[in-house]
């Protein structure tokens, strides 16, 4: 909590004003920020200074595992995160591969779960990776990307958080995961949520002990419509302590993931918060 509030801090007093093509809008901008999570002591990294709606984030993390590519499946799951990027999205609503009402394209979980190879052949590279962790096995490179560059124009929107990188010593696995741009008042603690959630469901289902997970930020901004509610509201409350995340131990394998899983399946114990704050989205 204390490094997602130095962070808002250091954007307003350090920031840049810069012009976003796609929303039109201008963005204070700082370049590199290093978070990072302790999930060995299950400090779950919950925004306490507004209410955070934990769940949206999960839903949309496991939607991502398993390979969804269209907003109504999100929606089952229990978020609406993709609503508007794949049906208010007026490039995306204008491209010839779209294939209608909630279509997402070929972003994200599907590049993740079943990534195009030049034979025609698909890459699961998350089953790769869940396979040689549990198996004690890290070649260096227990890498999950989403970012694709020659399918860009087949998805509606270029994958913000790209990459995660698993590390196994010993039996403790570690995750670093790298996000190119981000939207801190709205987007940065579903950000969060996930990178802790994913190394503490990745490490359950491989059988390893989580360490710590690592997340670096490249381009970290506040929209000019955020910031008056970033300075003169969120920034002058006093945090709560983090509560803890919970997940069904029954989850043991990745086809469990794909098959049963819900947000149903998870929990989160002793989360005290301020009031919601209604930050402007920009799609």
């Given at each position: 909590m204390h490094q997602y509030l130095k962070l808002c801090q250091r954007i307003i007093d350090q920031g840049v004003w810069v012009e976003n093509e796609r929303t039109g809008k201008k963005c204070l901008t700082a370049i590199n920020a290093d978070l990072s999570y302790n999930v060995a002591a299950n400090e779950f990294p919950i925004i306490t200074t507004r209410k955070s709606y934990w769940k949206a984030a999960i839903a949309e993390l496991l939607g991502y595992l398993k390979g969804y590519d269209n907003a109504a499946d999100f929606r089952e799951l229990g978020t609406k995160s993709w609503d508007a990027n794949a049906n208010n999205n007026e490039a995306w609503l204008n491209n010839p591969v779209r294939k209608g009402d909630d279509d997402m394209g070929r972003v994200y979980g599907v590049q993740g779960r079943s990534w195009q190879k030049p034979d025609g052949s698909k890459l699961d590279q998350l089953e790769k990776i869940v396979s040689n962790l549990s198996r004690g096995v890290d070649d260096r490179g227990e890498i999950l990307t989403f970012y694709n560059p020659g399918e860009f124009e087949l998805g509606c929107l270029r994958p913000c958080m790209h990459t995660h990188t698993f590390s196994l010593l010993g039996d403790t696995?570690?995750?670093?995961?790298?996000?190119?741009?981000?939207?801190?008042?709205?987007?940065?603690?579903?950000?969060?949520?996930?990178?802790?959630?994913?190394?503490?469901l990745i490490a359950q289902i491989s059988g390893k002990t989580p360490g710590i997970a690592y997340h670096k930020i490249v381009n970290a901004h506040i929209y000019e419509d955020q910031l008056d509610l970033m300075r003169n509201v969120q920034l002058g409350r006093d945090p709560f302590a983090p509560p803890k995340l919970s997940i069904n131990p029954d989850i043991k394998s990745l086809k469990d993931i794909e098959s049963w899983v819900g947000i149903e399946d998870f929990s989160v114990i002793g989360y005290e918060h301020h009031e919601p704050i209604s930050y402007p989205f920009s799609v």
């Open positions: 696995l570690y995750l670093t995961s790298y996000q190119r741009s981000c939207d801190v008042p709205l987007g940065l603690n579903f950000n969060q949520i996930q990178v802790f959630t994913l190394l503490a």
